[in-house]
């Protein structure tokens, strides 16, 4: 069992930064392939990044291409996402998520991915 815990949302302006935070318990998270996904109500999960256990491509959904940054730090048992350049249209609760590692293809869809964490809000004003 891997336990999942984000932080770092909040209320940022656009064009701002925030770094999400994804503290991993339980099992080692180098193991592991990792995800961000964000959700707006009534709309599905959407993967913004993914990144496979080792090697391998990272994914980045076209909308947040060259303006977030998923990375992991294994010391802490921890992964990233760097957001920059915010824009209102970022706005949703962000999720980690992530699935004992099979290969090194990168993991997009919501539903292969077994741990989840309880989410964080992010806001962007215009």
């Known amino acids: 069992q891997v336990q999942l815990v984000e932080s770092g949302g909040g209320l940022v302006q656009a064009g701002g930064s925030l770094r999400l935070s994804c503290a991993a318990s339980?099992?080692?998270?180098?193991?592991?392939?990792v995800g961000w996904f964000r959700q707006v109500p009534g709309k599905e999960r959407e993967c913004v990044a993914a990144?496979?256990?080792?090697?391998?491509?990272?994914y980045y959904a076209d909308s947040v291409k060259g303006r977030f940054s998923i990375s992991r730090e294994n010391a802490k048992n921890t992964v990233h996402l760097q957001m920059n350049s915010l824009k209102p249209e970022d706005t949703a609760v962000y999720y980690c998520?992530?699935?004992?590692?099979?290969?090194?293809?990168?993991?997009?869809?919501?539903?292969?991915?077994?741990?989840w964490g309880q989410g964080t809000q992010v806001t962007v004003s215009s």
């Open positions: 990144l496979p256990w080792t090697g391998g491509s990272t």
């Open positions: 339980g099992r080692t998270l180098s193991i592991y392939s």
């Open positions: 998520a992530a699935v004992r590692a099979l290969n090194r293809d990168v993991v997009v869809a919501a539903s292969d991915y077994d741990y």
